[in-house]
């Protein structure tokens, strides 16, 4: 990849430099900028011919094999594979421009996949969800973030292939945030709330209908404040969620029930620097709290939290997964669940890495029999022989405590291992 980023800049480089030759023939031709380095922004940017901007180019190749156990339905049926592959590359950009309100930057990130079918399915490339496409492009100005950009509510300094129980999520936002100085900072943004829903692949329970999201009312708002410094870095964040849901009946379909509810939750997170160790290393954690809306601990229908990949199996989702459910009168009854992470990075030497990690999750569904909790644990060993490459095996262990009355596997525990090389550039 660094060699076609070269041959690249190199091209550029030369066309601008013939040009300006050609040019140099011709009365009162003008002298031609040349491709520069540009170091007001760190390593890997150059000036854009013509102009004030600077722009680094970078990503990533990566492939992923997963392989483990997959547990039978109580019907005798194996609903997920047993190995699967994922092939995944990322493609940014990365403009900015000094102005006298500050930097003016656009940033834009193209992600594209293929993985492994599901059972009785071809692989085939995604074109849908975040993962496909492009998950990032924003602009950045004077405080102002809008685009789509990474939750305001993430803390996500976790090293392992496999996602915890933490939100990681890419969504359409408008948000704002106050630099205090000294590495304290304010955000407040309104984000898209029907990236974070959790709708019911099961039926309703007894006195309880399916839950169905109606019109998104209002969007999401998002907050934080944050501290990030030579010793590490803290977060605390809020979020409201707004639900909206309503009943028909009868022939023809009339209204028989609607109502409206805010979902809200909080989380803290903590990464320390442990540089008495080796230089790199550092411990984190954090405690999450969510009342309608899983997505903010990583368990939205389009979910974070992921310990297979490739339509292998995440055991924990064979559980009951909504945000909330339609009560008596229709009245919405929410969600509520603690999540839970602590990990440790550690470099044995400049070439080799390790990360472990351990995560619980406690969700109290509100129909009967339906509550559920479940931990993972999660240990890798990585190798990166040259810079940026990096070769490495990751295994985890998943065990469901407590299932859901709709869960409808035959075992409750899981073993997967993920082997992953990745190029960055």
């Given at each position: 990849m660094k060699l076609v980023k070269s041959l690249a800049l190199g091209s550029a480089a030369a066309f601008v430099a013939l040009s300006g030759?050609?040019?140099?023939?011709?009365?009162?031709?003008?002298?031609?900028?040349?491709?520069?380095?540009?170091?007001?922004?760190?390593?890997?940017?150059?000036?854009?011919?013509?102009?004030?901007?600077?722009?680094?180019?970078?990503?990533?190749?990566?492939?992923?094999?997963?392989?483990?156990?997959?547990?039978?339905?109580?019907?005798?049926?194996?609903?997920?594979?047993?190995?699967?592959?994922?092939?995944?590359?990322?493609?940014?950009?990365?403009?900015?421009?000094?102005?006298?309100?500050?930097?003016?930057?656009?940033?834009?990130?193209?992600?594209?996949?293929?993985q492994s079918g599901g059972n009785n399915a071809v692989a085939q490339s995604d074109i849908n969800g975040d993962d496909a496409l492009f998950d990032k492009a924003f602009v950045q100005f004077a405080g102002l973030t809008a685009g789509l950009s990474d939750s305001f509510w993430d803390f996500k300094p976790y090293a392992t292939f496999a996602n915890p129980y933490v939100s990681d999520r890419t969504l359409a936002l408008i948000g704002y945030?106050?630099?205090?100085?000294?590495?304290f900072s304010a955000s407040i943004a309104i984000e898209d709330g029907t990236a974070r829903r959790a709708i019911a692949t099961t039926p309703g329970q007894p006195g309880f209908v399916t839950p169905n999201y109606n019109e998104q009312?209002?969007?999401?708002?998002?907050?934080?404040?944050?501290?990030?410094?030579?010793?590490?870095?803290?977060?605390?964040?809020?979020?409201?969620?707004n639900i909206t849901t309503e009943q028909t009946g009868g022939v023809p379909a009339v209204l028989t029930n609607r109502d409206t509810a805010w979902g809200y939750?909080?989380?803290?997170?903590?990464?320390?620097?442990?540089?008495?160790?080796?230089?790199?290393?550092?411990?984190w954690g954090s405690a999450g709290y969510s009342s309608g809306s899983l997505?903010?601990?990583?368990?939205?229908?389009?979910?974070?939290?992921?310990?297979?990949?490739?339509?292998?199996q995440n055991i924990e989702r064979a559980n009951r997964l909504?945000?909330?459910?339609v009560g008596a009168g229709g009245k919405i009854?929410?969600?509520?669940?603690?999540?839970?992470?602590?990990?440790?990075?550690?470099?044995?030497?400049?070439?080799?890495?390790?990360?472990?990690?351990?995560?619980?999750?406690?969700?109290?569904?509100?129909?009967?029999?339906?509550?559920?909790?479940?931990?993972?644990?999660?240990?890798?060993?990585?190798?990166?022989?040259?810079?940026?490459?990096?070769?490495?095996?990751e295994v985890n262990y998943v065990k469901v405590t407590k299932r859901s009355a709709t869960y409808n596997l035959r075992d409750t525990d899981e073993v997967i291992g993920r082997f992953r090389v990745q190029r960055d550039f």
């Open positions: 030759a050609q040019a140099a023939d011709l009365p009162g031709a003008e002298p031609v900028e040349y491709v520069k380095v540009c170091d007001a922004y760190g390593a890997g940017f150059f000036y854009i011919p013509g102009s004030e901007t600077c722009l680094q180019i970078g990503g990533f190749a990566r492939l992923d094999f997963s392989a483990g156990e997959v547990s039978r339905t109580f019907a005798g049926t194996k609903p997920n594979n047993n190995t699967g592959f994922r092939a995944r590359a990322r493609l940014w950009f990365d403009a900015r421009t000094d102005t006298e309100y500050g930097t003016l930057r656009t940033y834009i990130r193209a992600q594209f996949q293929r945030t106050v630099e205090f100085g000294s590495g009312k209002y969007p999401d708002i998002v907050g934080n404040l944050r501290v990030q410094q030579g010793w590490g870095e803290a977060q605390l964040s809020g979020f409201a969620h939750g909080g989380m803290v997170g903590v990464k320390i620097n442990l540089p008495a160790l080796a230089k790199g290393d550092y411990i997505s903010y601990l990583g368990f939205g229908t389009s979910g974070d939290e992921v310990q297979g990949i490739a339509n292998t909504v945000d909330f459910e009854r929410k969600t509520e669940a603690y999540a839970f992470n602590l990990g440790l990075l550690h470099y044995w030497d400049p070439k080799w890495r390790s990360s472990v990690q351990g995560s619980y999750i406690d969700v109290n569904v509100k129909s009967a029999g339906n509550d559920w909790a479940a931990y993972a644990l999660t240990g890798n060993l990585i190798w990166s022989p040259v810079k940026k490459l990096d070769i490495g095996a």
